[in-house]
T-cell receptor
């Protein structure tokens, strides 16, 4: 059974640009969550999607957005990049068995110059 | 607002030692608690999941306990090995419509030396 796939794994952008990250959840999982991990703030919740609907949103500015497609794949977008957006962005696929167990991908490492 | 604290922040032990990592949370109204492992530059690997109605879970050399009323969980690692070296994170969720919204601790960096 394939795990959570995130692309790209690494990317470098400059301030002011925008970036789109992709996440394919485990087959059969309909919920996806996104997290930002930085050395200073640790892991912080960005948003959660279930069946193409945003179910929860963390405390991030409107530059951070996401969406989910009918095949459960999800994307997140960060516009007008700032240096502080440099982070590891992690996607998690949520088990539909009612346990609430999360399975994470390897992440997308974003560096903003 | 839920807050999760992990103690110690870092731990260095010789191979073979049994060890305990601690996690505390401020709001006892949790749905479940998960322990994860993270290797440098990698994603998170789920180790153990404890539902709020459970007291403990075991997997191999790992045992996690949960005392919801006191807001505490411990991860016990038996007979530690150098391959156990990693950052260990605990996280809680309140469930409902928030299954995917975890609140994480800052992690315990574990080093097991030969």
């Amino acid at each position: 059974k394939a795990g959570v796939t995130q692309t790209p794994r690494y990317l470098i952008k400059t301030r002011g640009q925008q970036v789109t990250l992709s996440c394919s959840p485990i087959s059969g999982h309909r919920s996806v969550s996104w997290y930002q991990q930085t050395p200073g703030q640790g892991l912080q919740f960005l948003f959660e999607y279930f069946s193409e609907t945003q179910r929860n949103k963390g405390n991030f500015p409107g530059r951070f957005s996401g969406r989910q497609f009918s095949n459960s794949r999800s994307e997140m977008n960060v516009s007008t990049l700032e240096l502080g957006d440099s982070a590891l962005y992690l996607c998690a696929s949520i088990s539909g068995r009612g346990t609430g167990e999360l399975f994470f991908g390897e992440g997308s490492r974003l560096t903003v110059l | 607002k839920q807050e999760v604290t992990q103690i110690p922040a870092a731990l260095s032990v010789p191979e073979g030692e049994n060890l305990v990592l601690n996690c505390s949370f401020t709001d006892s109204a949790i749905y479940n608690l998960q322990w994860f492992r993270q290797d440098p530059g990698k994603g998170l690997t789920s180790l153990l999941l404890i539902q709020s109605s459970q007291r403990e879970q075991t997997s191999g050399r790992l045992n996690a306990s949960l005392d919801k009323s006191s807001g505490r969980s411990t991860l016990y690692i038996a007979a530690s090995q150098p391959g156990d070296s990693a950052t260990y994170l605990c996280a809680v969720t309140t469930g409902g419509t928030s299954y995917g919204k975890l609140t994480f601790g800052q992690g315990t960096i574990l080093t097991v030396h030969p």
